[in-house]
C-alpha cells in the first residue's frame, strides 16, 4: 500500500510537474563576523566601499556593525543563486582592509559585550529604528548571542505548481487561502523534523571560551580556550544560542496551527507589555534603547528555525504582509556556516533541503498541541547538544524513538521526492544528495561537527584557531580568483546607488522619530 506521500508524488508525476517545478525560486542570505587579521571582531565602521548597509539589497549588516549579511536574489536554478554569492564575496573581499570573514557560526574572540558594536544604518527614522531595535536585543538578551551566524534558505513554489497541485487535492479554497495554509503546514513539519537539519549540518560544536565569560557551563573544556560538548552537532541552535527562552515566562507562545493564528499571536506579542522590559530606559544619553517595552519589539525578535514570509512593502510590519497578502515563501534558519564551504553551504546541501522541504509539503501536518510542541523543543536541544550519541533518543507522540531509527523512516520517505525532482533529469543529484546525508546516520563521524572535532584534535588547535586557519584558507580562495571587470563595475555601481539611496531616505524625513515609530506601530 503506498504511502500518503508516494501517492501525492505519482498524482503530481501524472500531471508532468517537474517541469513546473523549474520556476522555483531559491536564495540564500549568509552571514559572516568581519574579524580582524589577529581573530578579534572587527572595530572598524561598515566599509564604506561596499555602500549603504541600511538600503544596498545584496550587503547589509544584520546585529553588528561587524556582522555581514550577503543576500542573494531569489533564482531559478541553484548554480546562479551560489555564483551570485560568490561575487559578492569576492567583491566585498575587494574592499576589506586587513580583516577577513569568519568561517564559522559561532564568534571569534569577544571581550564581552562591549566589543560588539551594535550596526549603524545612518539618520533617517527607519534606519534608527533599526539601531534601536538591536540596542533592546542586546539589553534584553545580551549582545554575544547577536553575533552568532547563520545561512537562511528561502524558497518559493510557483504559481503553477500551487496551481495543480491543489486541483490534485480537490481543495476548493481560495488559492492564496490554499497557498498559505499549505506553506504554514510545511512550517510545522519542518518544525517536527527540523532536528534533522542540525544533526547533518551542524557546525558548531565547540566555542570560544571567551564567548561565555564568566558564566557557569555543563561543556567541557577543550584545550586551554575552548569549550564543546562531545556529541555536539549545532551549538549555535541549542540553549547557549539564539532562543527567545524569555517568551514563555513572558506568556507568549506563537501559534503555527494556522496562518491568522500565527499573526495573531504574534500582533499580541508586539502590543502586551513586559514588566521586565519596563525596567529598561527607553531613552539613555539621547539614543533610544528599545522600540518598546512589549514582549517582543518588533515580529523579527522572536527567533524560530523556520519563517513564514511576504514581501514587505514599505515600512510595512511582518505580521500585516502576512494577513494582507498570505504567505509567499519559506525561510529555513536552522542551517551553520559550512566552515569547510567558503561559500558556507554547498550545493548538494541545497538539494537535499530543496527534498526536504517538498517531502514537508506532501506528508501530513495536523495542528500541534502544547504537548507536541514541547517535544519538538526538547528534540531540537537534545540535537544541538547531543546529537551523534550514537543512544540518542527523541520524544515522539509521547514516547521516545532512536534518533537514527526516525531518521531513517524520513529518509525512505524522502526518497519519493527525490524522485520526483530528478524525473528526466540527466543526473540522479537529489537522489545522490539523499544517498550522501543518510551515510551520516549509519557514521556520525560523517558530520561537519564530527570532522571539527576531529581535526582540531589532530592539529592540536583551540576552536579559536581551526576557525582562523579556515576564514583565511577561504579568504585565499576568493583572492585567487578576482571579479572580473564589468562585474567589478557594477558592484561598484550598485554600492553608490545604495549611498544615494540612503541620501535621499534621510533628506526626505518630515516627522520626528517619536512619530514615525508611532506610525509605524499604528499599521492596521
Not at 158 to 185: A, K
Not at 262 to 272: E, G, H, M, N, P
Not at 343 to 363: A, D, H, K, T
Request: hydrophobic share 35%; proline share 4%; net charge negative.
Amino acid at each position: 500500500m503506498k504511502s500518503v506521500i508516494e501517492q501525492r508524488v505519482t498524482q503530481l508525476l501524472d500531471c508532468d510537474i517537474r517541469k513546473v517545478l523549474g520556476a522555483r525560486k531559491v536564495g540564500l542570505e549568509k552571514e559572516s563576523l568581519r574579524v580582524a587579521v589577529d581573530g578579534g571582531i572587527a572595530q572598524t565602521p561598515h566599509p564604506a566601499g561596499l555602500g549603504s548597509a541600511f538600503t544596498h539589497p545584496s550587503i547589509t549588516t544584520d546585529y553588528s556593525e561587524a556582522l555581514v549579511e550577503l543576500v542573494t536574489p531569489p533564482f531559478n536554478h541553484f548554480c546562479d543563486t551560489l555564483q551570485f554569492l560568490d561575487d559578492t564575496h569576492r567583491f566585498i573581499y575587494s574592499q576589506l582592509n586587513n580583516e577577513i570573514l569568519w568561517a564559522s557560526s559561532m564568534p571569534c574572540v569577544v571581550e564581552g559585550d562591549a566589543s560588539i558594536p551594535i550596526a549603524q544604518y545612518g539618520s533617517s527614522n527607519a534606519a534608527r529604528m533599526k539601531s534601536a531595535y538591536r540596542r533592546g536585543l542586546g539589553h534584553r538578551y545580551g549582545r554575544m548571542m547577536q553575533a552568532i551566524a547563520g545561512v537562511h534558505f528561502n524558497y518559493s513554489y510557483p504559481d503553477e505548481f500551487w496551481s495543480r497541485y491543489q486541483s490534485i487535492l480537490g481543495d476548493q479554497r481560495d488559492p492564496q487561502v490554499f497557498i498559505s495554509e499549505s506553506y504554514i503546514g510545511i512550517v510545522r513539519n519542518l518544525q517536527r523534523y527540523g532536528w534533522l537539519v542540525p544533526y547533518l549540518f551542524g557546525a558548531s560544536p565547540a566555542i570560544c571560551a571567551s564567548f561565555l565569560g564568566t558564566s557557569p557551563t555543563s561543556l567541557k573544556k577543550w584545550f586551554d580556550y575552548s569549550y564543546y560538548a562531545p556529541y555536539a552537532t549545532s551549538l549555535r541552535m541549542g540553549d547557549i544560542g539564539y532562543q527567545n527562552s524569555k517568551e514563555g515566562e513572558a506568556g507568549i507562545k506563537v501559534d503555527y496551527n494556522s496562518l491568522q493564528g500565527y499573526v495573531d499571536s504574534l500582533t499580541y506579542a508586539i502590543s502586551t507589555a513586559y514588566p521586565e522590559y519596563q525596567k529598561i530606559d527607553m531613552v539613555r544619553d539621547g539614543k533610544w534603547q528599545q522600540l518598546n517595552a512589549n514582549i517582543l519589539q518588533i515580529e523579527n525578535e522572536h527567533y524560530s528555525s523556520v519563517r513564514p514570509k511576504q514581501i514587505l512593502q514599505g515600512e510595512e510590519k511582518p505580521s500585516l504582509a502576512l494577513a494582507r497578502r498570505g504567505v509567499a515563501y519559506i525561510e529555513l534558519r536552522s542551517i551553520d556556516v559550512n566552515a569547510y564551504e567558503p561559500l558556507g553551504i554547498s550545493e548538494e546541501q541545497m538539494r537535499f533541503l530543496e527534498s526536504f522541504l517538498l517531502f514537508s509539503l506532501l506528508s501530513p501536518s495536523e495542528p500541534y498541541d502544547d504537548a507536541e510542541l514541547s517535544e519538538i523543543k526538547h528534540n531540537i536541544n537534545a540535537v544541538a547538544e547531543r546529537g551523534r550519541d550514537p543512544q540518542l533518543k527523541l520524544r515522539r507522540a509521547g514516547g521516545e524513538v532512536l534518533l537514527r531509527d526516525w531518521a531513517n523512516e524520513i529518509f525512505e520517505q524522502m526518497s519519493a521526492s527525490c524522485d520526483l525532482l530528478d524525473k528526466d533529469a540527466e543526473a540522479h543529484s537529489y537522489c545522490d544528495a539523499l544517498q550522501t546525508q543518510r551515510a551520516k546516520i549509519s557514521d556520525p563521524d560523517l558530520t561537519p561537527s564530527a570532522r571539527m572535532l576531529a581535526e582540531m584534535a589532530e592539529n592540536k588547535e583551540e576552536f579559536y584557531h581551526f576557525a582562523l586557519r579556515k576564514s583565511r584558507q577561504h579568504q585565499q580562495w576568493f583572492a585567487q580568483r578576482p571579479l572580473d571587470a564589468d562585474k567589478l563595475t557594477d558592484f561598484q555601481h550598485q554600492a553608490q546607488q545604495s549611498i544615494a539611496r540612503q541620501r535621499e531616505i534621510e533628506a526626505s524625513d518630515d516627522i520626528s522619530f517619536e512619530t514615525f515609530l508611532q506610525n509605524y506601530f499604528a499599521q492596521a
